[in-house]
Every structure is written in structure tokens, then in C-alpha cells.
């Protein structure tokens, strides 16, 4: 079945405890991102990746770093979380085709708290 | 500064009839736009999309109408059924790929039976 996968899909943590969310998708797209979504603010991109080793900012990329050391992977990484990152997480990928064949596919979720 | 407006937050529709989620956008280099929609606890599902070189796209009960001269895109639900509420996501991306797509606040649809 093709799908992204995040883990965990909920986590609370403390200001300062670095920590990783894990994406992973099975569909060999070369496309993935990260969004994040707030109420009252839609879906906003963090950092997005066109291929393995190529990556880039989106509109919110401030407190996060990525890596994508692998295609199907692109961990989300909060080196020294606060309480303004406490948020609902959203991985998706695509193919990044032509018009009409890259739709993106997005993963259920991580629910995170920061105290 | 928001390139995807969703104005309306929630909209509420009796069974049956139709339902109509608007979306108008300012950047005039979007050229392929979609919608999604979302369940809670899941992730956003890609409903229908459209380019810009269409006015029109139709996939069963849905249908995505786009009027570029007044960026504008709207998402007809015909009939509308219990199932279809949940939030909807207009997104716009510019170049002929799905790469940094840009979404709108959403709009939630309640369909009452």
C-alpha cells in the first residue's frame, strides 16, 4: 500500500530536549516536505527536499533542521524545542512530475506538545 | 503575507444540496491548483486538482471551477453528502510542478442530513 508513514504521532516534551520525527514514504518519490499546521493559519511549509541531499526552506523553517540522506526518509528535527513549536506535523511527498501527476501525499501526523 | 485565501471559515449545507467552497489567490505565477480535504486525527487527502489552462475540471461529484482573470477558484459538491464534512484545503503551486505548495486556512463543511 502506498502511504507516508510519520513516528510518533503524538509526543510532549520540554523546552530545550531535542528531538526527531520520522517520515518515511514508499512510493520512490523524490519530493518530500514538511508542513506544519496552527489554527487559523491553514497549513504553512517548513522546509521542503527535491531529492536526496537537496534541500530548502519554506515558509517557516525558523527552529527546525531537516536532512535527506535517503529517498523514501526526511526526519524533521527540533534541536532545542519551545513552546511556540507546539503544533500538528505533516509530512508529504510527490513524485514531482508534470502538471496533474504530483499531487502530494500526506502522512497522517504528529501532534506535538513543547512545555 | 497570505497568496491562498479561504474567506469563509465554515460553511453549512443540508444533504442533498450543493455546496460551494470558494478560494481566491494574489500571486498571478500560480498555475496548477488543488483541493484537499481533511479529516481529523489524518492527513490532508488530495480531492481534485486543476490547471491553468482549464476553467474547468470535474470528477464525479466534484467540480473545480477557475476563473483566472479574477483569481479566483471555487469546488462544487453535488449532491453533498454527510461524508463530505471535514475541512477543505484550497492550495495553488506555480511552475509545472506540485513543489511548495501554498494553502489557504481551510474551510470547514458541515452537511447536514
Known amino acids: 500500500e502506498a502511504q507516508v508513514t510519520q513516528n510518533p504521532r503524538y509526543l510532549i516534551t520540554v523546552t530545550g530536549k531535542k528531538l526527531t520525527v520520522t517520515c518515511s514514504q514508499n512510493?520512490?518519490?523524490?519530493?518530500m516536505s514538511w508542513y506544519r499546521q496552527d489554527p487559523g493559519l491553514g497549513l504553512r511549509q517548513i522546509y521542503y527536499?527535491?531529492?536526496?541531499?537537496?534541500?530548502d526552506k519554506g515558509d517557516v523553517p525558523e527552529g527546525y533542521k531537516v536532512s535527506r540522506k535517503e529517498k523514501r526518509n526526511f526526519p524533521l528535527i527540533l534541536e532545542s524545542p519551545s513552546p511556540n513549536q507546539t503544533s500538528l506535523y505533516f509530512c508529504?511527498?510527490?513524485?514531482?512530475?508534470?502538471?496533474?501527476?504530483?499531487?502530494?501525499?500526506f502522512g497522517p501526523g504528529t501532534r506535538l506538545t513543547v512545555l | 503575507d497570505q497568496q491562498v485565501k479561504q474567506n469563509s471559515p465554515s460553511l453549512s449545507v443540508q444533504e442533498g444540496r450543493i455546496s460551494i467552497l470558494n478560494c481566491d489567490y494574489t500571486?498571478?505565477?500560480?498555475?496548477?491548483f488543488l483541493w484537499y480535504k481533511k479529516y481529523p486525527a489524518e492527513g490532508p487527502t488530495f480531492l481534485i486538482s486543476?490547471?491553468?489552462?482549464?476553467d474547468k475540471n470535474e470528477d464525479g461529484r466534484f467540480t473545480v471551477f477557475l476563473n483566472k482573470s479574477a483569481k479566483h477558484l471555487s469546488l462544487h459538491i453535488v449532491p453533498s453528502q454527510p461524508g463530505d464534512s471535514a475541512v477543505y484545503f484550497c492550495?495553488?503551486?506555480?511552475?509545472?510542478?506540485?513543489?511548495?505548495?501554498?494553502f489557504g486556512k481551510g474551510t470547514s463543511l458541515l452537511v447536514t442530513p
Open positions: 508529504a511527498s510527490s513524485s514531482g512530475g508534470t502538471v496533474g501527476t504530483d499531487t502530494q501525499y
Open positions: 512510493m520512490n518519490h523524490e519530493y
Open positions: 527536499s527535491m531529492n536526496v541531499e537537496v534541500t
Open positions: 500571486n498571478s505565477m500560480f498555475d496548477y
Open positions: 486543476i490547471s491553468s489552462i482549464k
Open positions: 492550495a495553488a503551486s506555480a511552475g509545472n510542478s506540485g513543489y511548495a505548495l501554498n
